[in-house]
């Protein structure tokens, strides 16, 4: 399955199939084998690169 990515109004990039994500030192990051997963766009998850719904808590919006 092709990777999928779509952007949330005002939340996070879902990633829909199998993908590999790295931090800014090039180690994996787990996702645990999740099918989807949501990275942070708002920048104030504390589980970063994932987003935790703080989106919705701080009001973000997107431009």
Do not use: Q, W
């Not at 589980?47 to 973000?60: L, R, V």
């Amino acid at each position: 399955m092709p990777v999928k990515i779509s952007v949330r109004p005002n939340g996070p990039y879902l990633i829909e199939g199998e993908c590999e994500v790295v931090d800014p030192t090039g180690k994996k990051v787990e996702t645990g084998g999740k099918p989807t997963i949501a990275l942070c766009r708002c920048g104030g998850s504390s589980n970063k690169p994932f987003c935790d719904g703080t989106h919705n808590k701080i009001g973000f919006k997107a431009s």
